[in-house]
């Protein structure tokens, strides 16, 4: 009896002290790094096809983490979209076997996203995204094009939007996905009877220092 009660402290001891030597997976309170990715967006409205277009961003970044569970995450960002106009099949067909006048539109925006960072589970790595952000219009392009021309006023200036999405973060590597949603109305056109959202798919990979 005193060997069996022997043994079960002797395993309890090295159970306390196989624990107490397993590292905390901290964070430091202050980060920074940089990103870059695909930007994978479209216009939602009758005036623009569905389809969604590949383009880029890339940008950098600061984290405060208040806790081992929240932390802030602002983001600046310059991040490139495009889209077609087209409100018929019939628009497409012309444009692409009759020259048609089909547009195709770039836009570049200047975006600073303020983003909640929510870590899942124990682990430091995995982190929830949700948040604002503010795009504001750099430049336009259509059909080649600069924004000088009339086109330029068909487009507002600002665009707040809604981020949600996954980040992970290793010891130096960042990479991770995000769903941004337009909440205004960008048309500013003549025809206000339909409202232009901007909608994009984002994934990017950096470095965190």
């Known amino acids: 009896m005193k060997n069996i009660l022997t043994i079960a402290l002797s395993m309890y001891s090295f159970s306390i002290f196989a ?3 397993i590292p905390i997976d901290r964070e430091n309170f202050f980060r920074f790094g940089v990103k870059a990715g695909a930007n994978i967006n479209k216009i939602s409205g009758e005036s623009y096809s569905n389809g969604y277009n590949f383009n880029y961003q890339f940008g950098g970044f600061v984290q405060f983490n208040f806790s081992q569970r929240f932390g802030l995450q602002p983001e600046v960002n310059f991040v490139q979209s495009s889209s077609t106009f087209s409100n018929d099949q019939t ?3 012309a444009d692409l076997f009759q020259g048609g006048s089909q547009k195709n539109a770039t836009f570049n925006y200047l975006e600073i996203p303020i983003l909640l960072n929510i870590n899942v589970g124990v682990s430091k790595h995995v982190k929830l995204q949700i948040g604002p952000s503010y795009g ?3 430049s336009k392009t259509v059909d080649n094009l600069k924004s000088s021309n009339s086109d330029s006023l068909n487009f507002k200036n600002a665009d707040w939007s809604a981020i949600g999405g996954l980040w992970i973060q290793l010891p ?3 990479f991770g996905a995000r769903y941004k949603y337009g909440f205004n109305d960008i048309n500013n056109s003549a ?3 339909e409202a232009w959202h901007n909608q994009s798919f984002q994934i990017f990979a950096g470095v965190t220092f």
């Open 191 to 193: 025809v206000k009877s």
């Open 91 to 93: 628009d497409v067909y």
């Open 136 to 138: 504001g219009l750099l």
């Open 172 to 174: 130096l590597i960042n």
């Open 19 to 21: 624990q107490s030597k």
